[in-house]
């Protein structure tokens, strides 16, 4: 049926209906709701600053403990001393301190007995009671993780949850955190839950890295070649010191592979020497050597230092020019040929260093000469 309005009333109405329809088209529902702006991340050069904020994190084989030794340490102190020498400014983060005090960031965020949702409760501002926020208070550039011993299990949610809550806290501080995250160690006897759940996890952080994530992981089951035997064990001597903590030569194998993720993950902080290689070489004994290696740093400002090794004997390296010289030795040909392998390094943060390998063939002085006086005869 129809009806007749009031031409004025009718536009008003035309006009209502007409803006009711636009803002409807443009109404935002649930299932298609606003994309916040993202903030912005940090660019990946940014993680080169002079200081890197480490967090130790984990459990008890983090603190140190039940590890044989008083100082409780564990892969820190090692880790801690590699990272010096190879030219990194390390700040150690958190709010526990262990460890022997001389020469050694002893800060970390290690937790005896703690479970992996124990640690992704209080990792950021999950805490109930609003007293524990590990990262907020101890802000840190890389997170070294190693969790999962207690209450093993082979399902790896808890620890996506700590994966969770380090992300939201990027979010909510425009900051940027790499997780360098361990498949865990292995215990005494092994233990195929183990397995299952390093397997889980690193399929879980793969996952994340595809879509952008900022996750290494380091095969502290394997790669670290530790012995799951104790260390006094009478026939094969391993690198435990009880059925799930480390000895120090444990630590010390989690330390080296702590150190590799680290290097990994600042490469692109510093360029390695571009260094050409000389080619084989070929000399009598007595000869008069210059050899210069030559090499250059992409990076501004970088000084080179050379070395070399298994040299013909009378030859050495200038550690500053690179040039090899000198008189080989009147008896070298004896242990010819010589394997040689030079290394440039560099005084880059971190240090950087390449290495060429070439073959140094030396024949004795005779040889050499014989051949020439008896053609002289004929």
Known sequence: MKTKSHPALSLSLRIFLLSSVIGSLFQVSPSF????????????????????????????????????????????????N??????????????QI??????FDQDHEGHGGYTDAQVATYIYNNDPDGKVNWLSKNPADVILLHIGTNSLDEFPDDVEDILNEIDQYEADTSS?????????????????????????????????????????????????????????????????????HPYHTGYTKMA????????????????????????????????????QIEA??????????????????????????????????????QGSPYAVSVTVSDNGNPFRSTEVFFSWEVYPWRDIFVPLILVRKN
């Open 296 to 333: 250059l740093d992409p990076d501004p400002g970088d000084a080179l230092t050379y070395t070399a090794e298994r040299l013909p004997p009378g030859l050495s390296i200038d550690g500053t020019s690179g040039m090899i010289g000198g008189a080989i030795s009147a008896a070298a040909s």
């Open 98 to 103: 262990n460890g022997d005090s001389s020469g």
């Open 33 to 80: 709701a606003a994309v916040p702006e993202p903030q912005e991340t940090p660019a990946p050069q940014d993680i080169c600053k002079t200081t890197v904020r480490v967090m130790p994190l984990g459990d008890s084989i983090t603190v140190g403990k039940s590890s044989g030794a008083t100082d409780w340490i564990a892969y820190r102190k090692d880790l801690w």
């Open 176 to 244: 940027r955190v790499t997780v360098i995250l361990a498949r865990i160690i292995d215990r005494v006897p092994p233990s195929q839950m183990t397995n299952k759940f390093n397997n889980n996890v690193e399929a879980m952080a793969q996952k994340r890295i595809d879509n952008g994530d900022d996750i290494i992981l380091a095969d502290m089951e394997d790669d670290a070649l530790i012995i799951y035997k104790l260390f006094d064990d009478p026939v094969t001597p391993g690198d435990m010191y009880n059925y799930l």
């Open 82 to 95: 590699s990272l010096i020498a190879a030219n990194y400014s390390v700040d150690f983060v958190g709010s």
């Open 256 to 291: 080296a592979e702590w150190k590799q993720a680290i290097d990994d993950l600042y490469m692109q902080c510093n360029t390695a020497p571009v260094v050409t290689n000389p080619g084989n070489q070929v000399s009598r004994e007595r000869d008069q050597v210059s050899l």
